[in-house]
């Protein structure tokens, strides 16, 4: 928070020193393309992943790779495409082979950069959503439109169309949400100096923004095979913490010969639902808030800043019952509402493309159903009821979305309880 000596306009809360775009949030404006030229043996590899995967040639072309510097990466941009390029190599090279045949080291030519890389960004040396969504797409024509025909994702993993789907459809959600973050410092600003207006509109677009996110993650149904996701995609995006696959965790060569343990990707990863639980006063209970809390490390140092600090602000929830105005305790509640809304739609989504093919998986596997019959059944056993992150997946989102709807005022909850 600003010292108390400076004057009221710069003591303001403001998004300008976060890191985030007025038209694009948390997204990184136009992502480079390209490195320099010295790091084409990178990108070689890293443009051609799904292939390479599939003729089983990736960890030998990595394996032969030759050991880069990363001095010649200056610029922020250069870094993120560097990441995402080693991020993208780490995780194939890692589960190119599924989870029987995993490796316990990362070689030298890969590790090395790709630590030296994640400390300059304060990123860890693993994929994540800032990685795999924020820093990965380009427009097909550069004055087109930002929508599912004009995007293209930088770096892919096998998955083919739905990999497509799965990644752009999760950067149309962060967009819907910009209205939101942008709306913030407006409540923030309103509640400090007693501007009900102020805060009430604030929070209709917050709300309205919110309601989009969920139209825009319908789209994954559009979008992205569940049995594709499910037997494909998603060991690509798990870690080597709280993973039977990977029980040791994975030795970065040449930076510390211990094992590593990091989570995967997760849309927990993502700063937007972090920012709007922090300004709601959304409680979690302990184990989820601790996982929710350990997550922000896999955030953009500057973006997890801006959570923190939305969360050291006077209560918008308290701001609002002390008020006791019908039309702020019906916009406030009107958010929660919509933020409810967006998880219990996100726990159908996870239904759809975690559960339902784990049981399925389950069922081939208990009629000894030969394993090239459905995509499904090649998934991990060791996954069926994890996140990528390592989570308890169901229970978790379950919890989360009962502690949002105890965020309602008293009259809202009582309302909520009634009609469901």
């Known amino acids: ?174 967009l819907a949400g910009v209205p939101a973050v942008k709306n913030i410092p407006t409540v923030i600003n309103g509640v400090r100096c007693g501007d009900t207006k102020a805060v009430a509109r604030g929070l209709e677009i917050i709300s309205r923004s919110i309601e989009d996110m969920t139209d825009a993650l319908k789209l994954m149904q559009v979008h992205v095979d569940p049995s594709v996701f499910y037997g494909i995609m998603r060991i690509y995006l798990s870690g080597w913490k709280d993973n039977p696959c990977m029980p040791k965790g994975l030795v970065y060569e040449g930076v510390q010969t211990a094992p590593m343990r990091y989570s995967g990707g997760s849309a927990a990863q993502s700063s937007l639902l972090h920012c709007f639980d922090e300004l709601l006063g959304v409680k979690h209970e302990p184990k989820s808030a601790s996982f929710l809390t350990y997550m922000r490390d896999y955030m953009p140092p500057l973006h997890k800043k801006l959570i923190n600090d939305i969360s050291l602000q006077p209560s918008l929830r308290s701001f609002v019952q002390q008020q006791d105005r019908k039309d702020l305790n019906n916009v406030f509640d009107l958010c929660v509402k919509k933020l409810l809304a967006l998880r219990s739609y996100h726990i159908n989504v996870v239904s759809r493309f975690i559960t339902v093919p784990a049981a399925r998986a389950r069922q081939l596997r208990d009629q000894n159903h030969n394993s090239d019959g459905e995509l499904i059944s090649r998934a991990p056993t060791a996954l069926e009821e994890r996140g990528t992150s390592g989570s308890s997946i169901m229970s978790f989102l379950k919890t989360v979305r009962d502690q949002t709807k105890d965020t309602l005022l008293p009259e809202g909850s009582r309302e909520i309880k009634h009609h469901s």
Do not use: C
């Open 1 to 174: 928070m600003a010292s108390a000596e400076t004057d009221q306009t710069e003591a303001l809360f403001s998004l300008k020193s976060y890191h985030v775009s007025e038209e694009l949030g948390f997204i990184l404006p136009d992502p480079l393309e390209e490195l320099p030229p010295y790091y084409q043996p990178w990108m070689d590899i890293a443009l051609r992943i799904p292939e390479l995967a599939q003729s089983h040639e990736l960890r030998s072309r990595i394996n032969k790779m030759p050991l880069l510097s990363s001095k010649f990466l200056q610029k922020h941009k250069e870094l993120r495409l560097a990441h995402l390029a080693l991020s993208m190599m780490t995780m194939g090279y890692v589960w190119e082979e599924g989870e029987k045949d995993t490796v316990e080291i990362l070689p030298r030519s890969l590790a090395v950069p790709y630590w030296e890389v994640s400390q300059r960004l304060g990123l860890p040396p693993i994929i994540t959503h800032a990685d795999a969504v924020l820093a990965n797409w380009k427009r097909k024509d550069p004055d087109g439109p930002f929508n599912m025909e004009n995007l293209e994702l930088l770096v892919s993993l096998p998955g083919g169309e739905s990999a497509r789907g799965f990644f752009l459809v999760t950067l149309l959600v962060e």
